[in-house]
C-alpha cells in the first residue's frame, strides 16, 4: 500500500480558488489510480475525481465537472485536484485515496489506501 498526506486546503470565498496536493509514498505511484472524495459534516461521503494510473484518463462527479481538475505528476508521486469557482456546497473534508484497479472507481469502499484529509471551506 501507499501512504497518502493531503495538503493545500483552506478557507476561501465562493468563486475563488484552491489547488490540493496529495504526496504518496511507499510502493510504486503510477501504479495506482487515485481518486479525491470529499465529506462534509452530517453527510455521506462522496465522490469527487479521479484519475488513471498514466493520468490519460480522468473521471468527475457531475457536481464538480468543468469546475475542478485532477492531475498527477508521477515523477513527483503527487497527485493534484484544482479547484475553481467555489461554492459553499463545496465545503468539506477532502481525502485522496488509491487503488489498484481502474475500474467502479466511484466507490470509496473499493479503494485501497486513505490520506488523513485536509478541510476546505468556501464562505459566501
Known amino acids: 500500500q501507499v501512504q497518502l498526506v493531503e495538503s493545500g486546503g483552506g478557507l476561501v470565498q465562493a468563486g475563488g480558488s484552491l489547488r490540493l496536493s496529495c504526496a504518496a509514498s511507499g510502493r510504486t505511484f503510477s501504479s495506482y489510480a487515485m481518486g479525491w472524495f470529499r465529506q462534509a459534516p452530517g453527510k455521506e461521503r462522496e465522490f469527487v475525481a479521479a484519475?488513471?494510473?498514466?493520468?490519460?484518463?480522468?473521471y468527475y462527479s457531475d457536481s464538480v465537472k468543468g469546475r475542478f481538475t485532477i492531475s498527477r505528476d508521477n515523477a513527483k508521486n503527487t497527485v493534484y485536484l484544482q479547484m475553481n469557482s467555489l461554492k459553499p456546497e463545496d465545503t468539506a473534508v477532502y481525502y485522496c485515496a488509491a487503488r489498484r484497479v481502474w475500474s467502479n472507481i466511484v466507490a470509496g469502499s473499493t479503494y485501497d489506501s486513505w490520506g488523513q484529509g485536509t478541510q476546505v471551506t468556501v464562505s459566501s
Open positions: 484519475i488513471s494510473r498514466s493520468g490519460t484518463g480522468t
